[in-house]
Nanobody, 114 residues
Framework: QVQLVESGGGLVQPGGSLRLSCAAS????????MGWYRQAPGKERELVAT???????NYADSVKGRFTISRDNAKNTVYLQMNSLKPEDTAVYYCNANSVHSYWGQGTQVTVSS
């Protein structure tokens, strides 16, 4: 079992920045890729960014150049640095970790509004 706890969400003005963190605990040795997904009201959950255990990254087109995913394997933590935030980035952001199974955090709300 893997437990994921996200933090760092909140309210920010358009153009602002936020940094999300996701700390993993439990059977962390089994974790391969990790990532961030988001779900806006009335929409399906969508991929934001992923990172492999070796650091290879993948981003949704909508966040390329604005968001950066990183991973600290020593701290079992994955981060999402979000810059130049837009109102359309408003969503609940979920951390994901993959091993034999796929695990999800509880989600953290990000609201971009003036």
């Amino acid at each position: 079992q893997v437990q994921l706890v996200e933090s760092g969400g909140g309210l920010v003005q358009p153009g602002g920045s936020l940094r999300l963190s996701c700390a993993a605990s439990g059977s962390i040795f089994s974790i391969g890729s990790m990532g961030w997904y988001r779900q806006a009201p009335g929409k399906e959950r969508e991929l934001v960014a992923t990172i492999t255990s070796r650091g290879s990254t993948n981003y949704a087109d909508s966040v390329k150049g604005r968001f950066t995913i990183s991973r600290d394997n020593a701290k079992n933590t994955v981060y999402l640095q979000m810059n130049s935030l837009k109102p359309e980035d408003t969503a609940v952001y979920y951390c994901n970790a993959n091993s034999v199974h796929s695990y999800w955090g509880q989600g953290t709300q990000v609201t971009v509004s003036s």
